[in-house]
């Protein structure tokens, strides 16, 4: 295909939000031939379309980490996007609750961060205020977030991939990259539907970002190590007991924060994710098993290491899967009126594409490694998605060189 002279052509690896809000990004200024490579029939069909929804407002960050600094520019972005859309976009606010006082310093570190994060009004408050904003839960104090948000990720992904086409890009579909070849100038992709050639190459792959990045001739290391976060649904008579979200402490001992209360978008209360270790990058359930990719987690030199430091964690989550007598107990702590019966069912599990070094460590902020002229994103967990558009700002101005305006 032909473009016109002075006319870039850049290639997207990943139709989920974050490529696409990045070939957005390239589309709307001008000067890019913008081709966008997802494997699956329908953008949004991994990571980005098995989320909670929430729009986060940058509580739990390290003040100056990417996190902290990308969440609150894309929370923002995520907001004016919805609105200019008419996408939905629910302000129903969060409470993260010390359920003990010796969770209290945990909550203060919590507090920290979030004020010096610049979360939006941010509250302090005790047991009475909590009650106000959540008749049936139980602490002994919160912070309470009142512009945390929920959305439909996947509706924003598939709005994105129209503005794509409505700029002239293009974002095809069952087009799997199987090989990359970087040369000088040009970079030549070949995918399951047809092979194309790029001036530079841009990868958001997500779940298999580390397979596409070794494709690539980059560094193995970080791995991507698939977490499966599955979530029960409230019985809809019993939605009442959540009007927004309650989320749990984090403890800082574990990289995830633990069983949560969120109302979604539309209404449906889901209760969840926990967090265990999926035997697929794919692996949405049990049933879901790759020996190929099991046997890579079990092979990579950091395994040892990260079960000698989170076994009892992984322990505890296998069981409270399979057992749902003990992902109740866990949940019923911070909604003592639950009832084992208002746990319907499983409504849908997400896999977290977790970036793991060699030496057993889970990568904790986003990151970003350029090759050449191939840009990778090796590690993107929540929350990603809420800056999405802020994560393509920052990967044209600090890695394509392109000016971003701001505001």
Known sequence: MTVPPGTERVGIVGGGIIGLAIARALALTGGFDVTVLEKERRVAAHQTGH?????????????????????????????????????????LGKLVVAVTPEEVPRLDEIERRARANGVPDLARIGPERMLELERHVAGVGAVHSPHTAVVDFA???????????????????????????????????????????????????????????????????PRILPFRGEYWTLEPSRAELVRGM???????????????????????????????????????????????????????????????????????????????????RQAREFVP??????????????????????????????????????TLLRNAPSPAATSSMAIAEYVLREHLGVPVREG
Not at 192 to 218: K, N
Not at 275 to 284: D, F, Q, S, T
Not at 300 to 327: C, D
Request: aromatic content about 8%; hydrophobic content about 40%.
């Open 246 to 328: 309650i989320y749990p402490v984090p403890d800082p001992r574990f990289p995830f924060l633990g069983v949560h209360f969120t109302r979604g978008v539309y209404d449906d209360v889901h209760v969840g994710p926990n967090a265990v270790p999926a035997l697929a990058r794919e692996g949405y359930g049990w049933g879901n098993v790759s020996l190929r990719d099991t046997f890579g987690s079990l092979m990579w030199p950091g395994a040892p290491a990260l079960f000698r430091r989170h076994w009892r964690m992984g322990a505890r989550e296998i069981l409270a899967s399979l057992l749902k007598p003990l992902y109740y």
């Open 155 to 221: 509706a924003i992904a598939e709005a994105m991939a129209s503005d794509v086409r409505g700029a002239g890009g293009r974002v095809l579909l069952g087009a799997e990259v199987v090989g990359v070849s970087a040369g000088e100038r040009t970079t030549a992709v070949a995918t399951t539907a047809g092979s194309h050639t790029f001036d530079r190459l841009i990868v958001c792959a997500g779940l298999q970002s580390d397979l596409v990045a070794r494709l690539v001739g980059a560094s193995p290391s």
């Open 51 to 91: 989320n909670s929804g929430v729009v986060h407002a940058g509580l739990y960050y390290q003040p100056g980490s990417l996190k902290a600094i990308l969440c609150a520019r894309g929370r923002e972005l995520t907001r004016d996007y919805c609105r200019d859309r008419a996408l939905p976009y629910r302000e």
């Open 337 to 374: 009126e639950l009832r084992p019966s208002d746990l319907v069912e499983k409504a849908h599990a997400g896999v977290r594409a977790q970036a793991w070094s060699a030496d057993g460590s889970l990568l904790d902020d986003f990151a970003v490694d350029q090759v050449g002229s191939v």
